[in-house]
């Protein structure tokens, strides 16, 4: 063997499946094995072992991480499975006994340790340099700021507890560490996610930590008045609205957190609702909506719905259309119920037939869409900052403060052909359509 071949690094293809939360477990993983010197690779062909980390939240997630670990084990042959689906290792097992380990979601160490064993890494220090801010799979000028990890509440449709085990909150100083790395590196804007990102804090009951010499609690609220310091924005995901909410609202108002809440409300029937478990579902959400609104007219409010929940007949299904006209939301994101293996939902009494689920979800969405036009609409003629995502033959391809990459809308703006990715933009909104704003750039 040749001094330059005993010195290639070892290399590891990565498959990564599922929301943003497994995309944050990825990123850990990766850090790490650039931290080790492993190089890493896009292609099957150029990787000594492949990880893939997998997705468990319904059926068809489950179906698309087994076809992923079979196409990695035949065009690879070495494979290491990671993520929610790898919590249910005898389903991994069963259907590709070849891999090499099978670990559940959060566990870059045992994923590591797979690693190691499988493929020792050829540590060279001269070249196996990483960021300080790790390795991400969002663009540069984003990044995902995982909280907390597992959930307290039973929703029946959901497994996640049983799968991620109870709320385990990161220390709020970690926390804060890792968004001034993250902004130190150039982001300019971190969305903040968790399974309840409301309940932050809640299990080492809102535990002192520190940050920069000072005592900050582990609460949201304080979480996000210090993330407020890095002046970037701040975008909060998962949020339910339990009356402690209220508080984030005077930060919105101070531009200290952006005037988003992604609140999936997944129900308005009070007995669905019931049926489901959610969290937060006794609260009287029309009047906290219309109390937020008054204090920040501009608050953009996403929400998912499920239709088709057991039991749901047609008069709790328009209940939640009444909900909709009332609440008046800004996005809205709506799936056919569907049985999750494992869940307790699967076994209540009178299920909604499928066709019906669908159709329903297909008549929400329709009964939405004018009214998301209606909240877009009146943006137009207001003057806004934006962030530059993208530039295509369109112009620039940015985002306001009421877009999420990749579930909100977009802002085309049609003269913005020159802008730099990544960097904010003022512009005045001329026109939209049912998703997306059209605007030109302002001096
Ligand atoms: S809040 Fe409900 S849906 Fe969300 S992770 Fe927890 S149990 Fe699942």
Excluded at 16 to 28: F, N, R, T, V, Y
Excluded at 284 to 308: N, Y
Excluded at 323 to 351: C, K
């Amino acid at each position: 063997m040749s001094e330059n071949q005993s010195r290639k690094p070892a290399t590891v293809g990565f498959v990564s499946l599922g929301c943003p939360k497994a995309s944050s477990d990825a990123e850990q993983i990766l850090t790490r094995l650039r931290a080790e010197g492993y190089s890493l690779s896009g292609s099957y062909e150029g990787a000594d072992l492949v990880v893939v980390n997998t997705c468990g939240f319904i059926d068809a997630a489950v179906q698309e991480s087994l076809d992923a670990i079979g196409e990695a084990l035949a065009e690879n042959g070495k494979v290491v499975v990671t993520g929610c689906l790898g919590a249910k290792g005898d389903v991994v097992r069963e259907a590709h006994p070849s891999v090499l380990a099978v670990t559940g979601p959060h566990a870059t160490q045992e994923v590591m340790d797979a690693i190691h064993i499988h493929l020792p890494p050829a540590h060279d220090p001269f070249v196996d340099l990483v960021p300080p801010q790790g390795i991400r799979l969002t663009p540069d000028h984003y990044a995902y700021l995982k909280i907390s990890e597992g959930c307290n509440h039973r929703c029946t449709f959901c497994i996640i507890p049983s799968l991620r085990g109870d709320l385990v909150s990161r220390p709020v100083g970690d926390v804060l560490r890792e968004a001034e790395t993250l902004a130190a590196a150039g982001v300019k804007e971190l969305l903040v996610i968790s399974q309840d990102t409301s309940a932050y804090g809640v299990d080492v009951k809102y535990r002192t930590g520190f940050w920069g010499g000072k005592p900050v609690k582990t609460r949201l609220y304080e979480l996000c008045n210090a993330l407020g310091d890095f002046g970037i924005w701040v975008r909060l995901h998962y949020v339910y609205p339990y009356p402690s909410v209220d508080d984030l609202i005077p930060l919105m108002k101070e531009g200290r957190i952006l005037p988003y809440l992604d609140v999936p409300f997944q129900h308005a029937s009070g007995r669905i609702l019931k049926l489901m478990k959610r969290p937060a579902s006794a609260e009287k959400v029309l009047d906290r909506i219309r109390a937020w609104r008054s204090e920040v007219p501009d608050l953009t409010i996403r929400s998912t719905f499920i239709t088709g929940f057991p039991g749901e007949t047609e008069a709790e299904f328009n209940e939640l259309l009444d909900f909709l006209d009332e609440a008046e939301l800004d996005r809205v994101g709506a799936f056919a119920y569907s049985d999750v293996e494992g869940a307790v939902a699967n076994a209540l009494p009178d299920p909604v037939p499928p066709d019906l689920r669908e159709e329903r979800r297909m008549r929400l969405m329709r009964h939405q869409e004018d009214i998301s036009t209606r909240r877009l609409e009146r943006r137009i003629g207001q003057r806004m900052s934006v962030l530059v995502d993208d530039i295509d033959e369109e112009g620039a391809i940015a985002r306001s403060e009421g877009d999420a990459p990749e579930i909100d809308g977009l802002v085309i703006i049609t003269d913005g052909h020159d802008l730099p990715v990544g960097e904010f933009a003022e512009v005045m909104v001329n026109d939209c359509d049912v998703h997306d704003l059209y605007a030109t750039l302002v001096g």
